[in-house]
């Protein structure tokens, strides 16, 4: 595999008393699709948000151990940049109650990109690269919460390209959408291998094994084992995967 | 099964009651007042009310233009709202969303107690040491103008204004913000960008009960403002309000004269005003929790 881009040295997270993330040890390379699959409360999603430090915004939240983003600490980076290079979908679409238009250029907007054709550009493309384009363009100019969850779902992923991120974090992006509308978001996924590195944390191990490259899976703030997505599901090193992908728990 | 039935309808129709005898009471009020007030047009006319400059209600032949007091109200009203709306904007900001816990809760109680001080606590304040102050610094000919008027009124409205638009900024949804920091938008640009626009109509609907409370304080201005019903040429002349009118010569009208018909009238006019305000805080505050 090629060049790594982010990686996490012995990283241990703590909300109040609880421990949630234990020792994680994970490279992530350049433009693959990681799934990140486990039970419930394995600590998926908040090792997704420490990568790019929105585990900060809550209170009682503590970290120990590195993160790495193409070679320099996290915590040497600006916050807002950081958010800026690593992008996330939410498991609910969180648009904002503001028209199609405006939700996609709300992005490059804050960062500084002021010009009418410039910001109609990068909406139209980042639409496009979403796979959204085409169904929203004769009305980008309604209000986004009229979408369906579907297509809420991939503007949320075209308001996260359009400040041009590097890696895109995907946290259950699927868990409330129909099968076709989740279909259409792995699509929009595979489109955007080739410039993106990817992260998908999800519930659903069928998700996991249809559009991921390598896959980790997680059990109690746990690493337990991570490998080529057609390994982990065919032929797990560890008894507890191989349990959990097929079906045993969880 | 029968009592049972009955002891339910009882409970109901009280409810039903009360709820309509509130109805109602505004409703007498309102007729109250027009009943009284219609009968000063008996004698002077509607147009001279309205657009008459001079309020002389003891001279010969008596005048009750209402002008003065209405542009010493909306003065006093609007310069208030300048300094409050501001304030109390950002301190709720602050206590929603930037201020530790531990500040928020001494905040929060400080606001409580300054709802609570009695106005004519604050117009003391205003005679004593405000008055004085803004003549001094200001280099005006008295202390006792709108100006002070208007500054301890923003003091009264501020408890309104923050817990209100506090309460707007609260609820809204934490995926908005999050959204927003996930996109690398800084605190104040998600405050400003995305917090704030959402909780506009909530906001909107506290500076609107800000400005009834207002509008229709009495004591303060009447100690404070000077109490002249001169049309006002700038905010730091004394000047009078609607309501300073009202409690100022009602003791001293005699029953069923003009004069005590015109300070109806003048009643009647400060009830549309606040009731225009307050209706339209009340539809911004149900649009803003859909």
């Known amino acids: 595999m090629s060049e790594v881009i982010i990686k996490t040295v012995n990283l241990n997270v703590h909300f109040g008393k609880?421990?949630?993330?234990?020792?994680?040890?994970?490279?992530?390379?350049?433009?693959?699709?990681?799934?990140?699959?486990?039970?419930?409360?394995?600590?998926?999603?908040?090792?997704?948000?420490?990568?790019?430090?929105?585990?900060?915004?809550?209170?009682?939240?503590?970290?120990?151990?590195?993160?790495?983003?193409?070679?320099?600490?996290?915590?040497?980076?600006?916050?807002?940049?950081?958010?800026?290079?690593?992008?996330?979908?939410?498991?609910?679409?969180?648009?904002?109650?503001?028209?199609?238009?405006?939700?996609?250029?709300?992005?490059?907007?804050?960062?500084?990109?002021?010009?009418?054709?410039?910001?109609?550009?990068?909406?139209?493309?980042?639409?496009?690269?979403?796979?959204?384009?085409e169904e929203v363009k004769d009305r980008l100019h309604t209000l986004a919460t009229k979408l369906s969850g579907g297509q809420q779902q991939r503007l949320c992923i075209a308001r996260t390209l359009a400040v041009e991120p590097e890696v895109i974090l995907y946290d259950e992006p699927c868990s409330g959408l129909d099968p076709i509308s989740t279909q259409k978001i792995e699509e929009a996924m595979r489109e955007l291998k080739n410039n993106?590195?990817?992260?998908?944390?999800?519930?659903?191990?069928?998700?996991?094994?249809?559009?991921?490259?390598?896959?980790?899976?997680?059990?109690?703030?746990?690493?337990v084992e991570i490998d080529r997505t057609a390994i982990i599901f065919t032929s797990p090193k560890d008894k507890r995967t191989d349990e959990y992908v097929r079906g045993v728990f969880g | 099964m029968c009592i049972r039935e009955i002891k339910e309808s009882v409970i109901e129709f009280f409810i039903k009651i009360s709820g309509f005898i509130i109805i109602l009471f505004v409703f007498l009020?309102?007729?109250?007042?027009?009943?009284?007030?219609?009968?000063?047009?008996?004698?002077?006319?509607?147009?001279?009310?309205?657009?008459?400059?001079?309020?002389?209600?003891?001279?010969?032949?008596?005048?009750?233009?209402?002008?003065?007091?209405?542009?010493?109200?909306?003065?006093?009203?609007?310069?208030?709202?300048?300094?409050?709306?501001?304030?109390?904007?950002?301190?709720?900001?602050?206590?929603?969303?930037?201020?530790?816990?531990?500040?928020?809760?001494?905040?929060?109680?400080?606001?409580?107690?300054l709802a609570s001080i009695p106005?004519?606590?604050?117009?003391?304040?205003?005679?004593?040491?405000?008055?004085?102050?803004?003549?001094?610094?200001?280099?005006?000919?008295?202390?006792?103008?709108?100006?002070t008027g208007s500054f301890l009124l923003a003091l009264m409205a501020l408890p309104t204004i923050i817990s209100i638009s506090e309460d707007a900024i609260i609820s809204v949804p934490k995926s908005f913000k999050e959204a927003a920091f996930g996109l690398g938008a800084t605190r104040w640009q998600t405050l400003w960008r995305v917090v704030l626009p959402s909780a506009s109509s909530g906001i909107i609907a506290?500076?609107?009960?800000?400005?009834?409370?207002?509008?229709?304080?009495?004591?303060?201005?009447?100690?404070?403002?000077g109490n002249a019903p001169l049309v006002p040429k700038s905010i730091l002349q004394p000047l009078r309000t609607l309501t300073a009118t009202i409690a100022g010569e009602m003791g001293e009208a005699i029953s069923?004269?003009?004069?005590?018909?015109?300070?109806?009238?003048?009643?009647?006019?400060?009830?549309?005003?606040?009731?225009?305000?307050?209706?339209?805080?009340?539809?911004?505050?149900?649009?803003?929790k859909k």
């Open chain 2, 29 to 113: 009020i309102f007729l109250f007042l027009l009943n009284d007030a219609v009968l000063l047009f008996k004698d002077f006319p509607l147009k001279e009310f309205i657009f008459g400059k001079r309020w002389l209600p003891i001279s010969n032949p008596p005048h009750f233009g209402i002008v003065p007091l209405l542009l010493g109200s909306l003065y006093v009203t609007f310069f208030a709202t300048i300094i409050c709306v501001p304030v109390g904007i950002a301190s709720a900001l602050f206590i929603a969303e930037i201020a530790p816990k531990f500040l928020r809760n001494i905040l929060k109680s400080f606001i409580e107690i």
């Open chain 1, 18 to 133: 609880q421990h949630i993330l234990k020792n994680i040890n994970l490279e992530i390379y350049k433009n693959e699709i990681l799934g990140i699959i486990g039970p419930a409360n394995s600590g998926k999603t908040t090792f997704l948000r420490a990568l790019n430090r929105l585990n900060y915004l809550f209170k009682d939240y503590y970290q120990e151990g590195e993160i790495f983003f193409a070679q320099k600490n996290i915590k040497d980076i600006n916050d807002n940049l950081l958010r800026k290079k690593i992008g996330i979908i939410f498991a609910l679409p969180q648009v904002l109650p503001i028209t199609i238009y405006e939700n996609v250029a709300y992005g490059p907007k804050i960062h500084g990109i002021k010009d009418k054709d410039t910001l109609d550009s990068i909406v139209e493309k980042a639409l496009r690269k979403a796979y959204l384009w």
């Open chain 2, 119 to 147: 106005s004519v606590v604050l117009g003391f304040v205003g005679i004593v040491w405000l008055g004085p102050f803004l003549k001094d610094t200001l280099k005006l000919n008295t202390g006792m103008c709108g100006l």
């Open chain 1, 196 to 223: 993106y590195t990817q992260i998908l944390v999800t519930n659903n191990t069928k998700q996991a094994a249809r559009a991921t490259e390598r896959c980790a899976f997680m059990l109690m703030g746990e690493l």
């Open chain 2, 206 to 225: 506290a500076i609107m009960l800000g400005i009834g409370r207002v509008i229709g304080e009495t004591m303060v201005v009447m100690m404070v403002t």
């Open chain 2, 256 to 288: 069923g004269s003009e004069h005590y018909f015109a300070l109806f009238a003048v009643g009647l006019v400060l009830f549309i005003i606040t009731f225009i305000i307050n209706f339209l805080s009340v539809i911004l505050l149900s649009r803003s």
